[in-house]
């Protein structure tokens, strides 16, 4: 199975800041990954798909770059509404998993 | 608007059996395939099923494979887990998804239904 790790685990910073979330494949991926966005108690919300592609709806300051192994979420300019936590799932092959998560928090 | 919404979830003793359910609506599930994804307490996201439009493909994770199973209604427009020999640590909460047409990433979720195991 296709292992994701996900850093940093946990990341504080102040509204305006540029965040950048790392996912990092056991094997290549190709373009096949996605990014999630989760609020306490929330679902999940898809965000970026393709690697770089983003989903409809969702802010431009979010934006996804990477491939093979290796990929990043960056947010822009961290806004107040952007806490919660990130996943990373690729969809390269069965069984499609996710990374262990990163948890955004607003100083 | 595309709405998934989850029930069925409860309190079940170890060797249990549950059935989730997930209505859609705003869209017709029969162009889709779906999936189950849960998230036990404090947890991340974990991939549990995946049923195809036609439910000809189903796959599940080796954590739930051989106890849990998939099935949809398309004429219903809904979908099903149905849970059995439940563990402590299969507690969790259990959001059904939309898979996109493209790729199988998931573009709509339910909310989530609470599966608690304890005796």
């Known amino acids: 199975d296709i292992q994701l790790t996900q850093s940093p685990s946990t990341l504080s910073a102040f509204v305006g800041d540029r965040v950048t979330i790392t996912c990092r494949a056991s094997q290549s991926l190709s373009s096949w990954l996605a990014w999630y966005q989760q609020k306490p108690g929330k679902a999940p919300k898809l965000l970026i798909y393709k690697a770089s592609s983003l989903e409809s709806g969702v802010p431009s300051r979010f934006s996804g770059s990477g491939s093979g192994t290796e990929f990043t979420l960056t947010i822009s300019s961290l806004q107040p509404d952007d806490f919660g936590s990130y996943y990373c799932q690729h969809y390269s092959d069965y069984p499609w998993t996710f990374g262990q998560g990163t948890k955004v928090e607003i100083k | 608007e595309d709405q998934l919404v989850e029930s069925g979830g409860g309190l079940v003793q170890p060797g249990g059996s549950l059935r989730l359910s997930c209505a859609a609506s705003?869209?017709?599930?029969?162009?889709?395939?779906l999936t189950w994804v849960r998230q036990a307490p404090g947890k991340g996201l974990e991939w549990i099923s995946f049923?195809?439009?036609?439910?000809?493909?189903?796959y599940y994770a080796d954590s739930v494979r051989g106890r849990f199973t998939i099935s949809r209604d398309n004429a219903k427009n809904s979908l099903y887990l149905q849970m059995n020999n439940l563990r402590d640590e299969d507690t969790a909460v259990y959001y059904c998804a939309r898979v996109n047409t493209a790729a199988i990433y998931f573009d709509s979720w339910g909310q989530g239904t609470l599966v608690t195991v304890s005796s």
């Open positions: 049923i195809n439009s036609l439910s000809s493909t189903t």
């Open positions: 705003g869209f017709t599930i029969s162009t889709y395939s």
